[in-house]
């Protein structure tokens, strides 16, 4: 592994929502309907789609795209935002932030980089701001650190001892790594692709970027936010980042949408 790393997450946004106009259009023709459909994005007018659908309401009452979206989250009907999904990859963060990433499980998918099939021996190490802006804290974390990456690269190389030629098989390679991986800490840098709908991604904004979450999912949850508003404003613009104590927290009028 290598030095200790303070860095900010990084989120790559992989995947959106596409609409088949054509075939949204087909079926507006065949049930006698019509639609403009504009939007800052498919996301947002596949939510007002579905919304329209429950209601059957095409052309009808709210005319502006952020108008109906306004009042489909004012009313809680959450339901047709799980219709509208982005797939991410984060990086820069620790195993700590993934440990508590995947208990968000309903919209959620994720698949993360493995320490069975991958070398861990020069990953890198995300400290905790805390432990680094305090000197004495820094050095035994340090330390600390510093001894479980020595340990496993003796672990990989006494394990591996006494394989032909020391060419070990992929299978073999997988056995010690993930015997290895039990010494490495939750500092350990690592990655993640998930893919999630917005009611999901609302819900995991609500709680991780509030005040009482852990510091780094709170960073990670205040940097997909400024993303989503970005790429979809009609369904997060009711969340603004405020300052309480110090740090910068989440706050929206629409709770549990």
Known sequence: MGD????????YLVGRPDIDWSELDRFLVDHG???????????????EA?????????GKGRKTN???????????????????????????????????????RAGWSYSQLSQRYVDESDANLVEPDIIAENEFAHLMWMQATETAKQ????????????????????????????????????????????TANARAI???????????????????????LRLMQEEAPAIFRDYEIVEENGIEVVHTPNVKV
């Open 4 to 11: 200790p790393k303070n860095v900010e997450p990084e989120i």
């Open 66 to 104: 952020r108008e109906y979206l306004e009042h489909l989250i004012q009313m809680k009907h959450g339901s047709v935002l799980e219709h509208a999904v982005w797939s991410f990859i984060i990086a820069g963060v620790s195993r700590s932030f993934t440990h508590e990433l995947v208990r968000h």
């Open 33 to 47: 309907l019509s639609w403009n459909g504009i939007a800052t994005s498919d996301a947002e007018s596949l939510v």
């Open 50 to 58: 579905a919304g329209r659908v429950c209601y059957l309401s095409f």
């Open 202 to 224: 609302r819900h995991f904004i609500e709680l991780r970027g509030s005040a009482g979450a852990d510091a780094e999912i709170r960073r990670v949850a205040l940097t997909l």
């Open 151 to 194: 340990v496993y690269a003796d672990l990989v190389k006494e394990l591996s001892h006494g394989v032909t030629d020391g060419k070990l098989t992929t299978e073999q390679r997988k056995l010690v790594r993930q015997a290895a991986r039990s010494v490495l800490p939750n500092a350990a840098e690592t990655m993640v692709f998930c």
